[in-house]
Each structure stands twice: as structure tokens, then as C-alpha cells.
């Protein structure tokens, strides 16, 4: 089998595409034929062993990804040989033609999704569920702001959110990722390239602000955020790049919370929960994942290059 091995940590450049060993599944375990794999920003802080969790090398990236099953070990009971899945964790990675997962770490893929859009699930959509409704416990009719909407977990977090009935402002840094987010049901678009457009939104809710925030670039963002929370309102941090200086104050004087969140901290329960979400929302046609970019598995060096570009627009894929 074909897969893109890590053997040091580095730049872009150390993701080789190789020939690996055939993957056998053991009790509990499926091995899945992968048609197409997500690209995510942790997998390239992962790559250049910045991350807090660094694999042994060599490894193979990825986690989430789609395609059919081709093995089931003992004891496998939701999957058969055939089976249209999603992944949403691996234990070989899934930047490759095969992935060997538990079976937990799969979903059904209906008939309706495609591969790529299947590919798009697993962090994406599984960030911005937990952010919003088990970090923020969001609820119908509260104003969400969503930074950098137009990425993957933005695109996920405005269909979720439109599907629980809230009111969206979301951002975006260039005309088609702010015409993506308006298309996908933002009530308000907002340029984040623009100085001052935070500034904004007390005008576009007639002063009320706003009561939950995802913030996907916290040591920027941070500090303009507590101004434009609502009393009693949440920001979740899922991204940042460094570090920032807040004013305590408003916190207190808003009776506001500012969590952070990472999606491989969410237990099993939890999970679980999310992804007979998520497979509901997949079925009546609420979420449809926006693919902006497929490249070969050959490719993944620019694959990862163009996940931390500006200008974000949908999901990155890689299709073996």
C-alpha cells in the first residue's frame, strides 16, 4: 500500500509518499480502503513536532478521511466488508490508499455525502459541535460570531448553527470565502481584513453584542472579543498562535467565560454523541461539507502549505 511517511519533523518537505506494509486488523479493529483524506492545520504542527503530542516516527498523518470497508477483526459489529464510512481518528493515519481504525473511531457515510465531503468531517465538524453545544451549550435564538467562517470548522460551526436555530455573524478574509458564508446562512458577513470591523457588530445587533464566539485566532482576536460579548456571553477558544493581553474587567463585569477547547480531550460518551449528531444532520440534508480543494495524495507538502494560507475556502482533500 501507498502512504506519505514522516521520518524526521520539519517543514513541508519531509512528508514522503512510500510504499508501507498492508495493514491487518486485529479484535475490535476495521481496515478501511480510503478514498479520500482530510487536511486539518493540527496535522502540520504535528509535522514540525510543535505540537504538545508528538508521535514516534516514522508515522503517517491524518485522521480523518472516507471510503469503504475492506476488513473487520473479531468482534466487529457495526461494519461489514463494503460499508461506506467516515473516519474520525485512525491508528495508522490517514494520509494513505488504507487506514486501520477501532471500531469507534467510525461512522456511517450516507449515500447522499461523498467522500470528500466525508473526509471534511471528523475535526472540522466534530470542533465546531463541541465548541457550540458542550463548551458554549448553545441555544435557539442566541447570536453566534464565527471568525475565519470560511475554513472548515467555520463552514461546519455556520451549518450547525443555522440548523439549531441561532443568529450567525460570521467573518471571512477575502469576497468568495465572505460570499461562501452568506450562501451557507450567515444572517451578517463581516471582512476580517478590514481594520475596525469588530467594531461593528454592536451596531449590527443594536448594541446587544453578541453570546457566543468561536475564536479560531485568539492572540489576535481575543481582546476585541470580550468588547463585543453580551452579558452572560462565551467565547471558545479553538485556535491561537500566541499569546494576547485581555482586560479581566470585562469578564467580571459581563459575567463572561473564555474556555479553550482541543477535540482529542473530548471523552467517548461525548463523542459518541457527536457523531449520531452529526449522522442526522448528514441525513436530512442540514450539514453538507464544502470541499474548496482536491490535490493527489502526492501532493501533501502543498496540501499543508495552503491549510495555513490566508483566504481560507472550505475543506482541503487529499484523494489517493
Known amino acids: 500500500?501507498?502512504?506519505?511517511?514522516?521520518?524526521?519533523?520539519?517543514?513541508?518537505?519531509?512528508?514522503?509518499?512510500?510504499?508501507?506494509?498492508?495493514?491487518?486488523?486485529?479484535?475490535?479493529?476495521?481496515?478501511?480502503?480510503?478514498?479520500?483524506?482530510?487536511?486539518?492545520?493540527?496535522?502540520?504542527?504535528?509535522?514540525?513536532?510543535?505540537?504538545?503530542?508528538?508521535?514516534?516516527?516514522?508515522?503517517?498523518?491524518?485522521?480523518?478521511?472516507?471510503?469503504?470497508?475492506?476488513?473487520?477483526?473479531?468482534?466487529?459489529?457495526?461494519?461489514?466488508?463494503?460499508?461506506?464510512?467516515?473516519?474520525?481518528?485512525?491508528?495508522?493515519?490517514?494520509?494513505?490508499?488504507?487506514?486501520?481504525?477501532?471500531?469507534?473511531q467510525l461512522s456511517p457515510l450516507p449515500d447522499n455525502i461523498s467522500f470528500s465531503q466525508g473526509a471534511a468531517l471528523g475535526i472540522p465538524y466534530g470542533t465546531a459541535y463541541r465548541a457550540l453545544f458542550q463548551k458554549a451549550l448553545a441555544l435557539r435564538g442566541e447570536t453566534v460570531l464565527i471568525h475565519g467562517a470560511s475554513g472548515g470548522v467555520g463552514t461546519a460551526a455556520i451549518q450547525l448553527a443555522r440548523a439549531a436555530g441561532m443568529r450567525i455573524i460570521a467573518t471571512a478574509g477575502s469576497e468568495n470565502g465572505l460570499a461562501l458564508v452568506k450562501e451557507l446562512g450567515a444572517d451578517e458577513t463581516l471582512d476580517h481584513s478590514q481594520a475596525g470591523h469588530m467594531q461593528k457588530i454592536s451596531e449590527l445587533t443594536k448594541g446587544k453584542n453578541v453570546d457566543i464566539i468561536l475564536e479560531m485566532l485568539a492572540n489576535v482576536n481575543l481582546a476585541a472579543d470580550l468588547e463585543a460579548l453580551a452579558f452572560k456571553g462565551r467565547v471558545v477558544v479553538i485556535g491561537s498562535r500566541g499569546t494576547v493581553e485581555i482586560d479581566p474587567r470585562l469578564l467580571m463585569v459581563k459575567d463572561a467565560l473564555v474556555t479553550g477547547m482541543l477535540l482529542f480531550n473530548t471523552g467517548e460518551t461525548e463523542m459518541e454523541v457527536i457523531h449520531a449528531d452529526l449522522s442526522k444532520g448528514l441525513l436530512n440534508g442540514a450539514l453538507s461539507p464544502v470541499i474548496g480543494m482536491e490535490l493527489p495524495l502526492t501532493n501533501a507538502a502543498a496540501a499543508h502549505k495552503k491549510v495555513m494560507s490566508p483566504g481560507a475556502y472550505g475543506k482541503i482533500v487529499l484523494v489517493p
Open 1 to 104: 500500500m501507498k502512504a506519505i511517511r514522516i521520518h524526521e519533523f520539519g517543514g513541508p518537505e519531509v512528508l514522503r509518499h512510500e510504499e508501507t506494509e498492508e495493514l491487518k486488523p486485529s479484535a475490535g479493529q476495521v481496515v478501511v480502503r480510503i478514498k479520500a483524506a482530510g487536511v486539518n492545520p493540527v496535522e502540520t504542527y504535528i509535522r514540525a513536532g510543535a505540537y504538545a503530542r508528538k508521535p514516534e516516527l516514522p508515522f503517517t498523518p491524518g485522521s480523518d478521511g472516507a471510503g469503504v470497508v475492506l476488513e473487520s477483526g473479531q468482534g466487529v459489529k457495526k461494519f461489514k466488508s463494503g460499508d461506506r464510512v467516515y473516519t474520525h481518528g485512525s491508528l495508522s493515519g490517514t494520509y494513505a490508499d488504507k487506514a486501520l481504525c477501532l471500531e469507534s
